[in-house]
């Protein structure tokens, strides 16, 4: 698993490659909460490289959601497709958190 960042204007995405297993976890973890802790607003985690999620990579996207809930900052996910999407929606996170086929689409859903 490679875990990259860019900035798309005001939005920073995080893009993941591979499976975001339990390999991933503690860095995608510090990764978001060094965000959480510089103030990000805007965040997009893509999803257009990874076939699998696991349960704890989807509590960090959790935990993130719930603190951009406080501080009013906002999160998004991009490029769901495949096993990763079919976990997404077992979990139901598509119940609260904005999930949208491109990084750009999802970029835009934050922006209003």
């Given at each position: ?29 510090q990764?978001?909460?060094?965000h ?71 970029a ?5």
């Amino acid at each position: 698993m490679k875990l990259n960042q860019r900035n798309l204007g005001d939005t920073v995405v995080v893009e993941l490659d591979g499976d975001a297993d339990m390999m991933i976890v503690q860095e995608f973890r510090q990764v978001l909460r060094g965000h959480m802790k510089g103030g990000t607003r805007a965040l997009v985690v893509d999803f257009s490289k990874v076939n699998f999620v696991s349960t704890p990579a989807w509590a960090v996207i959790v935990e993130y959601f719930k603190h951009t809930q406080k501080s009013g900052g906002g999160v998004a996910l991009a490029g769901l497709h495949g096993r990763a999407e079919a976990s997404f929606n077992i979990v139901r996170l598509g119940e609260f958190i904005t999930h949208r086929p491109s990084v750009e689409e999802a970029a835009a859903a934050l922006r209003g």
